[in-house]
Nanobody
């Protein structure tokens, strides 16, 4: 079965950096678009970033553009989210996700994704 394991969250100060990781198993990782979403306290789940199966195309949410970078290592079955210049409003649980089908689009809607990691908490203090 497909399993996504998120890690790398923590408590940091404004302006700091963090790198999240998502280790995938149970799927042909190199054929799947991968995405990151986040859900802050009292907020709906929000699209953060997505990357196509070979890493050729990326897409970012407006709130994180120019600060966050999504990347992947298909040899390690892992997708990363490098987060720089963190702000208190970035505080959220971050989830990686993928669809059940290969070669998916860079979808912004959470309903387009079938498998989710357990989430990793990122807290940015002011």
């Amino acid at each position: 079965q497909v399993q996504l394991v998120d890690s790398g969250g923590g408590l940091v100060q404004t302006g700091a950096s963090l790198r999240l990781s998502c280790a995938a198993s149970g799927l042909v990782f190199s054929s799947h678009t991968m995405a990151w979403f986040r859900q802050g306290p009292g907020k709906e789940r929000e699209f953060v970033a997505a990357i196509t199966w070979a890493g050729a195309r990326r897409r970012y949410g407006d709130a994180v553009k120019d600060r966050f970078t999504i990347s992947r290592d298909n040899a390690e079955n892992t997708v990363y989210l490098q987060m720089n210049a963190l702000k208190p409003e970035d505080t959220a649980v971050y989830y990686c996700a993928t669809a059940s089908y290969a070669y998916g689009h860079l979808d912004l809607e959470s309903r387009s994704y079938d498998y989710w990691g357990q989430g990793t908490q990122v807290t940015v203090s002011s």
